[in-house]
């Protein structure tokens, strides 16, 4: 009696996660295929007619190709760059006192809530009275100022940049968790063989923290793809929808034009891609390792 007890524990979260989490992604697979509206309990059965205006969309590519090159930059700067400040932090040519000192002040803008970060950067990339265009102004260098969020061609870049100084400090303290369980003597037969810092980190660190590099990829991403606050706070998808993102296109399709199906059809669109590129990437991780 006592083996089985373990499933009273387990049993209320279960429940929880079926009802809650799993539950409503089935739904939304079924209500994909209807044509619905929040204001009425009719539904009409239309197929993959939502798909197919999904893909007959101009759109949804802009929106797609927005998420992909958000999916990049922040897998290169966020993993990238938290993976240096790890192994720069862990190093031993850093006091004790310092490492903790700086450990929180990268950490803490993850802290921050997103749509505050967000109205903070609107009122820094403003034409008139932003921070950035003045700091450009006054060290000489005015002819780059611009509208940053009202110029098409800088619009997602200025969104982009503002969730990357945001997350990376997250990603480090994760990367920092890992190399802490490396074995210290790994490190000291990498000395008795003369390694530098740069071979102890690029033949020791990094292949021992391989699986945390690979979870918090997947987890960049998926943070990716799942984009909505920032752009919905910042430019709302403007101007002329040049940094529309599935999250904003889905959300003006469901609540903005009340097309509820069409909606549901767009979030299983966004649930298929981060779910494939989630196996894709640690496939491709445990593949690396076989070889």
């Known amino acids: 009696m006592r083996r089985k007890s373990y499933i009273f524990f387990i049993l209320p979260a279960l429940i929880m996660i079926l009802v809650f989490v799993y539950l409503p992604v089935v739904q939304n697979f079924y209500f994909s295929f209807f044509k619905m509206s929040s204001y009425s309990p009719t539904r009409q059965f239309v197929g993959l007619s939502n798909y197919r205006m999904i893909f007959e969309d101009d759109v949804f ?28 932090l862990e190093g031993s040519f850093i006091g004790r006192k310092l490492r903790v000192f700086f450990r929180n002040v990268y950490f803490m803008p993850s802290l921050l809530s997103v749509t505050a970060v967000g109205l903070m950067f609107y009122f820094i990339y403003n034409p008139n009275i932003g921070l950035l265009n003045g700091i450009l102004e006054r060290i000489g260098m005015g002819d780059l100022k611009t509208a940053w969020l009202g110029n098409p061609k800088t619009a997602i870049y200025a969104i982009i940049a503002m969730s990357q100084w945001q997350y990376t ?68 998808g403007g101007p002329y929808n040049r940094t529309q993102v599935l999250g904003t296109f889905m959300y003006r399709a469901a609540f903005a034009y009340d097309e509820m199906g069409y909606g549901s059809a767009i979030a299983v669109i966004i649930f298929s891609i981060t779910f494939l590129a989630s196996l894709v990437q640690i496939k491709f991780a445990y593949k690396g390792r076989n070889n």
């Open 61 to 88: 590519y802009i929106a797609l190709k927005n998420n992909t090159l958000y999916a990049v930059i922040s897998v290169l700067c966020q993993v990238g760059f938290g993976m240096l400040l790890a192994i720069i």
């Open 169 to 236: 400090g997250y990603i480090m303290v994760l990367l920092l968790v890992a190399i802490q369980k490396i074995p210290h003597e790994q490190y000291e037969a990498g000395e008795i063989d003369g390694a530098s810092s740069f071979k102890k980190a690029v033949h020791i660190t990094i292949p021992g923290i391989r699986d945390m590099i690979v979870v918090c990829t997947v987890i960049t991403v998926i943070g990716a793809f799942k984009l909505f606050t920032e752009v919905y706070v910042m430019t709302q």
